[in-house]
C-alpha cells in the first residue's frame, strides 16, 4: 500500500505537469490540503491540475474571494466541481458558516485547500495533504494519505 510520494520538480513547468498527472487520480469527494510557503508551487498545482481535467479557462489564485469553483466535464454522464480555497486572509470560523462553505465538502466535489491550518476546526479531514517546498531552482512535492480513499488514488498515481 502506498501511502508516501515524494517527487522533486525542476521547475514551474514540472509542477503543472504533476498537477496534470495528479487530475487523473483524482475522484468527486476528496478533500485535499495543500501546504507550503508563500510561492512553494500551490496554485500551480491546482492550474496543473484543472488543465489536466479539461479547464480551458484563467486559474486564478482565490486568494481575495477565498474559494474559486470550477466545474468539470469528466464526460458525457460525469460531471464534478473542484473548488480551490486559498484560505490566507481567513479571519473566523463564523466566516466560514456565513458564506456556506461547508455545503461545498460533498460527494460531487473535489476540495482543494491552500493555508488550511487557518480552519482546522471547520474543515473537514483531509483524504491527501500534499506538502510543497522551495529546493535549489525546483521544488519538491509530497503526497500524504490521510484516509482510505486518499490511499486507493495514491495506488493509482
Known amino acids: 500500500m502506498v501511502n508516501d510520494i515524494t517527487l522533486e520538480l525542476d521547475d514551474e513547468a514540472a509542477t503543472l505537469a504533476c498537477g496534470e498527472r495528479f487530475a487523473s487520480i483524482l475522484v468527486a469527494g476528496l478533500t485535499i490540503y495543500l501546504h507550503g510557503d508563500?510561492?512553494?508551487?500551490?496554485?500551480?498545482?491546482?492550474?496543473g491540475v484543472l488543465h489536466g481535467l479539461g479547464h480551458v479557462?484563467?486559474?486564478?489564485?482565490?486568494?481575495?474571494?477565498?474559494?474559486?469553483?470550477y466545474s468539470i466535464e469528466c464526460n458525457v454522464k460525469s460531471s464534478y466541481n473542484i473548488y480551490h480555497f486559498d484560505l490566507y486572509?481567513?479571519?473566523s470560523e463564523d466566516?466560514?458558516?456565513a458564506a456556506g462553505f461547508r455545503d461545498y465538502f460533498n460527494a460531487q466535489s473535489v476540495c482543494m485547500i491552500e493555508w488550511p491550518e487557518k480552519a482546522a476546526h471547520v474543515l473537514p479531514e483531509p483524504d491527501i495533504h500534499v506538502r510543497l517546498a522551495l529546493q535549489n531552482t525546483g521544488r519538491k512535492i509530497q503526497?500524504?494519505?490521510g484516509s482510505a480513499l486518499g490511499m486507493?488514488?495514491?495506488e493509482v498515481f
Not at 508563500?38 to 492550474?47: E, Y
Not at 486564478?60 to 474559486?68: A, D, F, G, Q
Open 38 to 47: 508563500l510561492g512553494a508551487g500551490k496554485t500551480t498545482l491546482v492550474r
Open 57 to 69: 479557462g484563467k486559474v486564478k489564485s482565490p486568494t481575495y474571494t477565498l474559494v474559486e469553483p
Open 89 to 91: 486572509r481567513f479571519m
Open 95 to 97: 466566516e466560514w458558516d
Open 143 to 145: 503526497f500524504s494519505a
Open 152 to 154: 486507493q488514488c495514491l
